[in-house]
């Protein structure tokens, strides 16, 4: 599972290398509000903590691989409104790159490596 992976290879302090050039910056994995393990971010200058849930991250990952690519048409139309911030996409496609999962492409395209 590639949350494990995350657990493993992404260190709080760890800079996410966004496409554009607001920095983010990993603060740890804990559960969220709702038990489940989350990445909590910062983005920006502020300090506006920010996470995305572990299952956000399967969800993802599971479609990169089935489609070799992560879109952000897919990912505003299929992940909960709730629980998912709008940065969360390039912060998940950052984090698949960090892996070396993905590259980033182009504006709304992530693509598998």
Do not use: H
């Amino acid at each position: 599972m590639i949350f494990e992976r995350i657990q493993k290879k992404i260190k709080s302090g760890d800079n996410i290398p966004k496409p554009r050039s607001r920095k983010a910056k990993v603060i740890e994995i804990k559960p969220n509000k709702n038990n489940e393990l989350s990445l909590y971010y910062t983005i920006g200058s502020k300090v506006n903590f920010k996470y995305v849930t572990k299952s956000d991250f399967e969800k993802a990952f599971d479609i990169l691989n089935k489609r070799n690519e992560l879109t952000r048409n897919w990912f505003d139309n299929n992940l909960d409104k709730k629980n998912s911030n709008p940065c969360n996409y390039t912060i998940i496609g950052s984090i698949f790159e960090m892996l070396g999962e993905a590259k980033f492409a182009c504006t709304g395209l992530y693509v598998k490596i």
